[in-house]
């Protein structure tokens, strides 16, 4: 059965970073598109950067500038990293492997910016 594993939330101030991973496993991870969603309390779930197979990356506007996003085909994970976070970050962060066939999700990680 396919595992994704988030880890690397928690709470901060505004201003700060965090780093957020997501390890794989049971997939072959090289050929998925992977993601970062997030959703916060009583807001639909949204996109917040992608990473494709080949390298290209997709962010939302919200988070241009502020978070980047990577992937390590070696180690089957993927990363988000935070910078300059704000209260409107705030938000359940989950990780997402998707090809045409379907997609797979984590469980998510809380990630709180407050003061």
């Known amino acids: 059965q396919v595992q994704l594993v988030e880890s690397g939330g928690g709470l901060v101030q505004p201003g700060g970073s965090l780093r957020l991973s997501c390890a794989a496993s049971?997939?072959?991870?090289?050929?998925?598109?992977m993601g970062w969603y997030r959703q916060a309390h009583g807001k639909q779930r949204e996109l917040v950067a992608s990473v494709t197979s080949g390298g290209s990356t997709n962010y939302a506007d919200s988070v241009k500038g502020r978070f980047t996003i990577s992937r390590d085909n070696a180690k089957n994970a993927v990363y988000l990293q935070m910078n300059n976070l704000e209260p409107e970050d705030t938000a359940v962060y989950y990780c997402?492997?998707?090809?045409?066939?379907?997609?797979?999700w984590g469980r998510g990680t809380q990630v709180t910016v407050s003061s």
């Open positions: 049971r997939i072959i991870f090289s050929i998925y598109t």
């Open positions: 997402n492997a998707a090809k045409i066939t379907g997609a797979y």
